[in-house]
């Protein structure tokens, strides 16, 4: 937990059953993947993994802390998923604004299937009522599955203008994806992941989290703008046509496509790199580098003056 005052804190550690190896890409990919916050009560709700008779599973927890800054209790929602360490579990966690909880979950490995089976929760969106109960009016009211077809959907947005959520899907060698995703939608894995997308890279980029501007923290012209990580050759040294960037889009007005599309942070340095969490928060966009293990903040500044659009608008 940081604090505006910059204070950092030790929320809750010891977290995993199992230790999770050093190798990236690969096996060292897993842990703690996903969390969220419920203002109402100030719980936290967590995705992450764990190991059960050998085998690696997801889950979702509920931390409730009395003071914000430690963990006080925690909570199983759901579990028992079967997932893999190697990138393609569950993933982001968001609170929609039916209240109710909204899980992301790749396919586990199982990619030719599970997917498209309603009966197997990988490949999924999935919706629950904040206690890990199944809602009355799910799609169908015994099941999980909120949207399906999906082969590794990391992050998830929620945007004010038309109320629905938005994930980054990344795809095998071609097509990372950003769709809209809505009750009973199938977004085509196994096979074409461009199915419902409302935009996509030909030449994969590795897209991780997405963030709206909506609350004023930029100037009112990026209102609306989604800002997504692209994670891409990270391993690699030095900049990089692939990923290694944050972009910015436009969705257009009929929300079935975007309208504008431009770099926003784009790294120049010498060394490894990986943007992978983003949000807006007091002062700006805050992003982390997983190599340098750095959080980052881009804001206005404060003496630019937009009627006349220079350069520099951002530090």
Sequence with gaps: MITKDWKIYTY????????PSAEIPGSGESGVTGI???????????TMLYMENGEIKGKVVKMESKDGLHLNSMKVIIDNIPSTTKAH?????????????????????????????????????????LDGSIPDDNPNKNSFIYAKGFRNPFGAAWRNTDKSL???????AVDDVVARVEAKSN???????RTKALFWWHFCQAPTA?????????????????????????????????????VK???????????????????????????????????????????????????????????????????
């Design 166 to 172: 938005y994930v980054s899907i990344n795809g095998p």
């Design 89 to 129: 579990q569950i993933q982001a966690v968001s609170i929609g604004y039916d209240k109710k909880l909204y899980v992301n979950v790749a396919d586990g490995g199982s990619w030719r299937k599970s997917p498209q089976d309603d009966n197997d929760l990988r490949g999924k969106i999935l919706r629950m009522n």
């Design 36 to 46: 969220c916050f419920e203002p109402d009560t100030g719980n936290l709700f967590v």
């Design 12 to 19: 809750a550690e010891n977290l995993l059953n199992y230790k």
């Design 187 to 193: 977004h085509g894995w196994y096979g074409d992941m």
């Design 249 to 315: 889009m436009r969705i257009n007005k009929e929300s079935t496509g975007i309208s504008s599309y431009d770099e926003f942070v784009t790294y120049i340095g010498e060394g490894a790199a990986s943007p992978c969490g983003l949000s807006f928060g007091p002062e700006g966009l805050y992003f982390s580098d997983l190599h340098d293990g750095n959080i980052y903040l881009v804001k206005p500044r404060k003496d630019y003056d937009f009627d006349k659009e220079t350069d520099h608008v951002f530090e």
């Design 210 to 246: 997405l963030v709206f501007m909506q609350d004023g923290q930029f100037h009112k012209k990026f209102h609306d703008e989604l800002f997504v990580a692209l994670f891409g050759n990270a391993y690699k040294k030095g900049r990089e046509i692939k990923g290694k960037k944050i």
